[in-house]
């Protein structure tokens, strides 16, 4: 019996070997040198020329893999439904055939595309998830370097990044290579999408005043904890929750200066939980648990727990996004058959102050978006492709990308574009978001600069507005982004942080919950250390210093 | 033949019958949940935990949503044809595979079962399978759908298990009249296997409506799209888990609350429930009755 | 003439039984007799094969990247060869033990008490005399399989959180109230009996019909002979079914490693990865910060040696217990 099977076994071992010889096209893909493309007539001696409409003469197709949002794909069947892109293509004479991945797909496709050699014109993705990095794909020569492409043909974002170096930095590579047409966020206010909210109307029953300190908090919570702002007569308030489906007790860490990942400060990275500041950190959440100041089942609190328990009127006060729940939850209770929740509202507050009295944060985005579009090397017409999406950064092109169409999506009032009905009253009831999708895409994502305006505009609640800057202004950034790990520090990072991620999560709700005593503290701190986290810690410094030392 | 029951037979049975009802209805209630779910109000079911014994506030808002995606009709018409389709191959496969293989004078029969056993557990992963659809020009077609999971081979096992313990004497009587393996096959074996083959039908029915991985990965058009996958985009929309979105958490979700999730699964999965009752009356006794005395 | 027509017979047939001699220890002309005597079986296996050659055998040649540095632009036969440096890290994992544990465990419970349980429940549903309450019951308990795996765990996490449905009945009993899901030691219990909460209908099924296939006469014979319905139960029943459980259970088996990723993952939370952290989870996990399919292959990989292993093991223990096995 063992006999037949191994023989079996060896048969087929012998076939999947050979079975592969020359089924597989092993991509031989050139490596387009860098400079070589055009040794063209264009002189490029003043800068990149200016773009004329149209951009070809005869029409062109180009093939674009891009996911359609959620938001858009429930007013479009394609991406060429959309005002935007109709318009483009009268404008520019160069036709878009979409390839849209669904949503939950986008990863696999890519990878798969890229597997098989069998790539789209242009690529609209999110780099940093490419396995293996983007890096390689072009030195691979599948995704092309764009910079002397930029020089020639790309006036708009040529001098939208030069004019702002942080921006520069965080849209090239370590080696100042430029591959891709980001979304880039032309506010600060813009780069933090979720934040802490508040009751407003249980602060002013109990006569309370937002909270600033750690210890402001710490006497509001007891407040909602003791004093039935909810006024129904049973002590059934949570003071603090959130959906840990999505975001985690960390988001207090900040106050000092700490989270459960690597951080910077002043250009020096570190790990949290190495920090001392770690341990005061979980030192008050247990006492905070402990008292009961923390929903005791915030480990399994998922997405739909959340929503009831703070639309049924137990939660004082969360971690929240704009959208998905300020607004969420303020509607619900303004349509809702209970006429007592009319006049609940939810304010965005500040991240309470560190011991130096500055604001700190670990959720901040960066300016420029890690997707953006890049053009690949099945690409024939790259000079045309930059200069199309080049287009999109020049003044005619964020109008465009931002707002739609003048006259259907909105008008010039005062020499300020301003949404019309159609997207903000939308006569077949869509969301204002949903609408806006039916012209154009820049409020989700997309090549393009993202106007801190169209956001203001599309808020369904002036709170929304109003809490996006609670949660930025003189806010610092803790948290690390923007950074490229080469091949071999990518390896090293996965070798252990897979591990020590496991553990410190474990150790952390371990403690808070109090599983664990607080005097087992520096045995866990020794642990990490033996898991090999300075290593990491060195590795993520020299990327820092690589981004810091960019030109 | 008058049958008398001991005072223990009847226990048992009154028992029997007050474990089955309970049974029933809690394994009802995860459907009942939902149903009433889909039908409640968006703004009380939002803020409602614990057991849903009716809808809240009744309302058709959640449906409403979901037919008013233009994409769900079409969905609806090419599952249909891909079930089909699909069903119609899966079948043909298995049964004329289970046959050959319960056949004990193959001298081979052994090793193939070996062989497809062992692609059970192992496969070359994604990447190869995509290369050869590519290859075969399958991508954006209904072949990419149907072909690469043709034949589940638990199903033939199952198939096959069956075919075995039919009695060797039916066959060999057939043999000895001259018919070859085919004729045995299908005027013999499939007549006397309705059971199993009913059961293979739904199976087999049931993953090919509930599928949308094989559409996920080689449809290019949008036309295409059978229901499941359509709705998982609504799904999508309204979901804030990570791995549903598999990015980062950002603030991307539109105004759309959780009951249309389960106004989704009750317009995905009405259709084929009514399928298991059609077929219910083939899981007859006494199929194999007439049959001997022949 | 007699004489020589005798010898020609004798050296006709020595030559004879020489090539019968022969073809008995040559398996190519053995198999060559077996296709011709059986052209019409291997006809209509034909197909199938050709189904399993190309679209099973074919892409097999992928799993070598277990065993490969994969980069996109060289291809999995182009990319460098690592040999075992993917499983070694995996085997080096911190938490390896914990997670092949986990695994293990899980699976081994939900094999003990799930597999009887859609045994016990369609023979159950079959004692029923009424075909009406039969068909109504069979059609009503496979319900819970199609609701998706989203709305099962978002069900289990309210029902059994503090302020939940579980802990109110048990507040009843004077029991003061647990959060199910964040304790350890609850998970094993929570997963598998939900599991079988979801899953029995369906998989009664399959049993239901192998019961339809039971011959009634040896029913008839059994009460003939005065054998009350436990007797029939042992004597006729099970034996009736036994090759479909007996063939269940093999390919059960051979999934041992097989743990579902998304209930454990809707389910679980740093404070259940104790128990609640299996191999699955864990890869995908490490794939978000390293996003590496030779990684994961290797894991793959791994899983599927040990349960083949395991499967042969079974299949030949029951080939030697009782005539049926897979092979």
Same mark, same amino acid.
């Given at each position: 019996?063992?006999?037949?099977?191994?023989?079996?076994?060896?048969?087929?071992?012998?076939?999947?070997?050979?079975? =592969?010889?020359?089924?597989?096209?092993?991509?031989?893909?050139?490596?387009?040198?860098?400079?070589?493309?055009?040794?063209?007539?264009?002189?490029?001696?003043?800068?990149?020329?200016?773009?004329?409409?149209?951009?070809?003469?005869? +029409?062109?197709?180009?093939?674009?893999?891009?996911?359609?949002?959620?938001?858009?794909?429930?007013?479009?069947?394609?991406?060429?439904?959309?005002?935007?892109?109709?318009?483009?293509?009268?404008?520019?004479?160069?036709?878009?055939?979409?390839?849209?991945? +669904?949503?939950?797909?986008?990863?696999?496709?890519?990878?798969?595309?890229?597997?098989?050699?069998?790539?789209?014109?242009?690529?609209?993705?999110?780099?940093?998830?490419?396995?293996?990095?983007?890096?390689?794909?072009?030195?691979?020569?599948?995704?092309?370097?764009?910079?002397?492409?930029?020089?020639?043909?790309?006036?708009?974002?040529?001098?939208?990044?030069?004019?702002?170096?942080?921006?520069?930095?965080?849209?090239?590579?370590?080696? =100042?290579?430029?591959?891709?047409? +980001?979304?880039?966020?032309?506010?600060?206010?813009?780069?933090?999408?979720?934040?802490?909210?508040?009751?407003?109307?249980?602060?002013?029953?109990?006569?309370?005043?937002?909270?600033?300190?750690?210890?402001?908090?710490?006497?509001?919570?007891?407040?909602?904890?003791?004093?039935?702002?909810?006024?129904?007569?049973?002590?059934?308030?949570?003071?603090?929750?959130?959906?840990?489906?999505?975001?985690?007790?960390?988001?207090?860490?900040?106050?000092? $200066?700490?989270?459960?990942?690597?951080?910077?400060?002043?250009?020096?990275?570190?790990?949290?939980?190495?920090?001392?500041?770690?341990?005061?950190?979980?030192?008050?959440?247990?006492?905070?648990?402990?008292?009961?100041?923390?929903?005791?089942?915030?480990?399994?609190?998922?997405? #739909?727990?959340?929503?009831?328990?703070?639309?049924?009127?137990?939660?004082?006060?969360?971690?929240?996004?704009?959208?998905?729940?300020?607004?969420?939850?303020?509607?619900?209770?303004?349509?809702?058959?209970?006429?007592?929740?009319?006049?609940?509202?939810?304010?965005?507050?500040?991240?309470?102050?560190?011991?130096?009295?500055?604001?700190?944060? #670990?959720?901040?985005?960066?300016?420029?978006?890690?997707?953006?579009?890049?053009?690949?090397?099945?690409? $024939?017409?790259?000079?045309?492709?930059?200069?199309?999406?080049?287009?999109?950064?020049?003044?005619?092109?964020?109008?465009?990308?931002?707002?739609?169409?003048?006259?259907?999506?909105?008008?010039?009032?005062?020499?300020?574009?301003?949404?019309?009905?159609?997207?903000?009253?939308?006569?077949?009831?869509?969301?204002?978001?949903?609408?806006?999708?039916?012209?154009?895409?820049?409020?989700?994502?997309?090549?393009?600069?993202?106007?801190?305006?169209?956001?203001?505009?599309?808020?369904?609640?002036?709170?929304?507005?109003?809490?996006?800057?609670?949660?930025?202004?003189?806010?610092?950034?803790?948290?690390?982004?923007?950074?490229?790990?080469?091949?071999?520090?990518?390896?090293?990072?996965?070798?252990?942080?897979?591990?020590?991620?496991?553990?410190?999560?474990?150790?952390?709700?371990?403690?808070?919950?109090?599983?664990?005593?607080?005097?087992?503290?520096?045995?866990?701190?020794?642990?990490?250390?033996?898991?090999?986290?300075?290593?990491?810690?060195?590795?993520?410094?020299?990327?820092?210093?690589?981004?810091?030392? $960019?030109? | 033949?008058?049958?008398?029951?001991?005072?223990?037979?009847?226990?048992?049975?009154?028992?029997?019958?007050?474990?089955?009802?309970?049974?029933?209805?809690?394994?009802?209630?995860?459907?009942?949940?939902?149903?009433?779910?889909?039908?409640?109000?968006?703004?009380?079911?939002?803020?409602?935990?614990?057991?849903?014994?009716?809808?809240?506030?009744?309302?058709?808002?959640?449906?409403?949503?979901?037919?008013?995606?233009?994409?769900?009709?079409?969905?609806?018409?090419?599952?249909?044809?891909?079930?089909?389709?699909?069903?119609?191959?899966?079948?043909?496969?298995?049964?004329?595979?289970?046959?050959?293989?319960?056949?004990?004078?193959?001298?081979?029969?052994?090793?193939?079962?070996?062989?497809?056993?062992?692609?059970?557990?192992?496969?070359?992963?994604?990447?190869?399978?995509?290369?050869?659809?590519?290859?075969?020009?399958?991508?954006?077609?209904?072949?990419?759908?149907?072909?690469?999971?043709?034949?589940?081979?638990?199903?033939?096992?199952?198939?096959?298990?069956?075919?075995?313990?039919?009695?060797?004497?039916?066959?060999?009587?057939?043999?000895?009249?001259?018919?070859?393996?085919?004729?045995?096959?299908?005027?013999?074996?499939?007549?006397?296997?309705?059971?199993?083959?009913?059961?293979?039908?739904?199976?087999?029915?049931?993953?090919?409506?509930?599928?949308?991985?094989?559409?996920?990965?080689?449809?290019?058009?949008?036309?295409?799209?059978?229901?499941?996958?359509?709705?998982?985009?609504?799904?999508?929309?309204?979901?804030?888990?990570?791995?549903?979105?598999?990015?980062?958490?950002?603030?991307?979700?539109?105004?759309?609350?959780?009951?249309?999730?389960?106004?989704?699964?009750?317009?995905?999965?009405?259709?084929?429930?009514?399928?298991?009752?059609?077929?219910?009356?083939?899981?007859?006794?006494?199929?194999?009755?007439?049959?001997?005395?022949? | 003439?007699?004489?020589?027509?005798?010898?020609?017979?004798?050296?006709?047939?020595?030559?004879?039984?020489?090539?019968?001699?022969?073809?008995?220890?040559?398996?190519?002309?053995?198999?060559?007799?077996?296709?011709?005597?059986?052209?019409?079986?291997?006809? !209509?296996?034909?197909?199938?094969?050709?189904?399993?050659?190309?679209?099973?055998?074919?892409?097999?040649?992928?799993?070598?990247?277990?065993?490969?540095?994969?980069?996109?632009?060289?291809?999995?036969?182009?990319?460098?060869?690592?040999?075992?440096?993917?499983?070694?890290?995996?085997?080096?994992?911190?938490?390896?033990?914990?997670?092949?544990?986990?695994?293990?465990?899980?699976?081994?419970?939900?094999?003990?008490?799930?597999?009887?349980?859609?045994?016990?429940?369609?023979?159950?549903?079959?004692?029923?005399?009424?075909?009406?309450?039969?068909?109504?019951?069979?059609?009503?308990?496979?319900?819970?399989?199609?609701?998706?795996?989203?709305?099962?765990?978002?069900?289990?996490?309210?029902?059994?959180?503090?302020?939940?449905?579980?802990?109110?009945?048990?507040?009843?009993?004077?029991?003061?109230?647990?959060?199910?899901?964040?304790?350890?030691?609850?998970?094993?219990?929570?997963?598998?009996?939900?599991?079988?909460?979801?899953?029995?209908?369906?998989?009664?099924?399959?049993?239901?019909?192998?019961?339809?296939?039971?011959?009634?006469?040896?029913?008839?014979?059994?009460?003939?002979?005065?054998?009350?319905?436990?007797?029939?139960?042992?004597?006729?029943?099970?034996?009736?079914?036994?090759?479909?459980?007996?063939?269940?259970?093999?390919?059960? !088996?051979?999934?041992?490693?097989?743990?579902?990723?998304?209930?454990? !993952?809707?389910?679980?939370?740093?404070?259940?990865?104790?128990?609640?952290?299996?191999?699955?989870?864990?890869?995908?996990?490490?794939?978000?910060?390293? !996003?590496?399919?030779?990684?994961?292959?290797?894991?793959?990989?791994?899983?599927?040696?040990?349960?083949?292993?395991?499967?042969?093991?079974?299949?030949?223990?029951?080939?030697?217990?009782?005539?049926?096995?897979?092979?």
């Amino acid at each position: 019996m063992i006999k037949k099977v191994s023989l079996l076994l060896s048969f087929v071992l012998v076939f999947t070997i050979f079975a =592969g010889c020359g089924s597989e096209k092993v991509n031989q893909t050139d490596k387009t040198p860098t400079s070589a493309q055009s040794s063209s007539s264009v002189t490029s001696s003043s800068g990149p020329e200016a773009i004329t409409l149209p951009i070809v003469s005869k +029409p062109i197709t180009l093939k674009v893999f891009w996911t359609m949002d959620p938001k858009a794909s429930a007013v479009n069947k394609t991406y060429n439904d959309m005002a935007f892109f109709k318009e483009m293509e009268i404008r520019t004479g160069i036709h878009i055939e979409f390839q849209h991945p +669904p949503v939950e797909q986008a990863a696999t496709q890519l990878n798969l595309m890229l597997a098989s050699n069998d790539l789209a014109d242009m690529i609209f993705y999110m780099w940093s998830n490419v396995p293996g990095g983007v890096a390689k794909l072009i030195s691979d020569g599948m995704v092309v370097k764009l910079n002397d492409y930029i020089d020639k043909y790309a006036p708009n974002i040529k001098k939208t990044l030069s004019d702002n170096p942080e921006w520069k930095k965080q849209a090239e590579l370590d080696d =100042g290579t430029f591959y891709k047409f +980001p979304k880039i966020k032309d506010s600060t206010t813009l780069l933090q999408t979720s934040g802490f909210q508040v009751r407003q109307d249980w602060l002013d029953k109990l006569s309370l005043k937002a909270p600033v300190t750690i210890d402001d908090w710490y006497n509001v919570l007891k407040a909602f904890r003791d004093r039935d702002p909810n006024g129904n007569g049973e002590a059934d308030e949570i003071p603090f929750t959130l959906d840990n489906s999505v975001f985690t007790l960390q988001q207090f860490g900040p106050s000092w $200066k700490v989270q459960n990942d690597f951080i910077q400060i002043d250009g020096k990275v570190g790990y949290g939980p190495m920090e001392p500041g770690y341990k005061d950190f979980v030192t008050t959440m247990a006492k905070w648990y402990k008292e009961k100041l923390i929903d005791p089942d915030y480990l399994a609190t998922d997405s #739909k727990s959340f929503e009831s328990k703070v639309v049924s009127n137990k939660v004082g006060t969360f971690w929240g996004m704009s959208n998905g729940h300020l607004a969420k939850f303020t509607s619900l209770w303004k349509t809702g058959t209970n006429a007592d929740n009319k006049n609940n509202k939810l304010v965005g507050i500040p991240p309470p102050i560190a011991s130096d009295g500055k604001k700190y944060s #670990k959720e901040y985005q960066p300016d420029v978006s890690e997707d953006g579009l890049v053009i690949t090397s099945a690409n $024939k017409y790259i000079k045309e492709s930059v200069k199309w999406a080049d287009y999109i950064y020049g003044p005619e092109g964020k109008l465009l990308s931002n707002y739609g169409i003048e006259g259907q999506s909105y008008t010039m009032v005062d020499g300020k574009p301003k949404l019309t009905d159609d997207v903000l009253k939308n006569s077949q009831g869509l969301s204002i978001i949903n609408a806006l999708h039916k012209y154009t895409y820049a409020i989700s994502t997309g090549p393009c600069v993202q106007m801190l305006d169209i956001f203001n505009q599309t808020s369904t609640f002036p709170e929304q507005n109003i809490a996006f800057d609670q949660w930025t202004k003189d806010v610092t950034k803790i948290n690390l982004t923007s950074l490229n790990p080469t091949e071999d520090e990518g390896k090293d990072l996965a070798k252990n942080m897979g591990d020590i991620k496991t553990y410190v999560d474990e150790m952390f709700n371990k403690f808070v919950m109090g599983l664990e005593p607080l005097d087992k503290y520096d045995e866990f701190v020794k642990e990490i250390k033996n898991m090999g986290i300075d290593d990491a810690i060195k590795i993520k410094q020299d990327m820092l210093d690589r981004y810091n030392n $960019k030109k | 033949m008058l049958k008398r029951r001991s005072v223990s037979e009847i226990t048992f049975d009154y028992f029997n019958i007050i474990f089955l009802v309970f049974s029933v209805v809690i394994m009802i209630y995860p459907f009942l949940y939902v149903v009433f779910a889909s039908l409640s109000d968006p703004a009380r079911f939002a803020e409602h935990s614990g057991l849903l014994l009716s809808p809240l506030s009744l309302s058709f808002d959640s449906y409403k949503a979901v037919f008013d995606n233009p994409n769900i009709l079409n969905g609806y018409k090419n599952t249909l044809v891909y079930l089909l389709v699909g069903t119609t191959i899966n079948m043909a496969l298995t049964t004329l595979g289970a046959y050959s293989l319960s056949l004990r004078k193959l001298k081979m029969r052994n090793y193939i079962m070996m062989g497809i056993v062992f692609t059970m557990l192992f496969n070359g992963g994604l990447i190869p399978t995509y290369i050869l659809i590519k290859n075969l020009h399958f991508i954006d077609s209904i072949w990419a759908i149907t072909l690469p999971s043709a034949i589940s081979t638990m199903n033939l096992i199952i198939m096959r298990t069956s075919f075995q313990s039919i009695p060797a004497s039916l066959e060999e009587s057939a043999r000895i009249d001259g018919a070859n393996d085919l004729v045995i096959f299908a005027r013999i074996m499939i007549p006397l296997s309705i059971p199993v083959i009913s059961v293979m039908i739904l199976f087999y029915g049931v993953g090919n409506w509930n599928a949308w991985f094989n559409a996920s990965i080689y449809l290019r058009s949008r036309e295409k799209y059978p229901l499941q996958l359509i709705l998982r985009e609504i799904l999508i929309q309204n979901s804030t888990d990570s791995m549903m979105t598999g990015a980062a958490a950002s603030d991307d979700k539109s105004l759309v609350s959780e009951t249309i999730k389960y106004a989704t699964i009750v317009v995905a999965t009405v259709p084929i429930l009514m399928v298991y009752p059609m077929l219910q009356k083939y899981f007859v006794k006494g199929v194999m009755v007439g049959a001997i005395k022949g | 003439m007699n004489i020589i027509f005798f010898l020609e017979v004798q050296s006709l047939q020595k030559s004879v039984s020489v090539t019968k001699f022969k073809n008995k220890t040559n398996p190519l002309i053995a198999l060559k007799k077996d296709l011709t005597l059986n052209k019409c079986a291997y006809l !209509m296996l034909a197909p199938v094969i050709l189904y399993y050659l190309i679209f099973q055998y074919f892409p097999l040649y992928g799993a070598q990247i277990a065993f490969k540095d994969f980069e996109f632009s060289r291809g999995i036969i182009g990319s460098k060869f690592i040999g075992f440096e993917n499983f070694v890290e995996f085997f080096n994992a911190f938490y390896f033990w914990r997670i092949i544990r986990n695994t293990i465990v899980l699976s081994l419970y939900n094999i003990v008490f799930g597999f009887p349980a859609p045994i016990i429940l369609a023979l159950l549903i079959n004692e029923v005399k009424s075909t009406t309450f039969k068909r109504i019951t069979q059609t009503l308990t496979y319900l819970p399989h199609f609701i998706s795996m989203v709305v099962i765990c978002g069900l289990i996490l309210d029902f059994t959180s503090r302020g939940g449905v579980v802990n109110d009945l048990l507040h009843l009993f004077g029991v003061p109230p647990t959060a199910f899901m964040l304790e350890p030691q609850w998970f094993r219990t929570i997963y598998v009996s939900t599991d079988i909460w979801q899953q029995v209908g369906w998989g009664s099924i399959i049993y239901l019909a192998a019961l339809t296939g039971i011959n009634q006469e040896l029913y008839e014979a059994c009460n003939v002979d005065g054998a009350g319905r436990w007797k029939q139960l042992i004597t006729v029943t099970l034996p009736g079914i036994a090759p479909t459980i007996i063939i269940m259970l093999i390919l059960r !088996m051979g999934k041992l490693m097989d743990v579902g990723l998304e209930k454990v !993952m809707l389910l679980y939370n740093s404070n259940t990865y104790e128990t609640a952290d299996i191999i699955s989870t864990f890869v995908y996990r490490k794939g978000l910060i390293d !996003m590496s399919y030779s990684y994961s292959a290797a894991v793959g990989l791994f899983n599927s040696a040990i349960c083949f292993v395991f499967l042969i093991i079974v299949n030949n223990i029951s080939r030697r217990v009782n005539e049926t096995s897979l092979w």
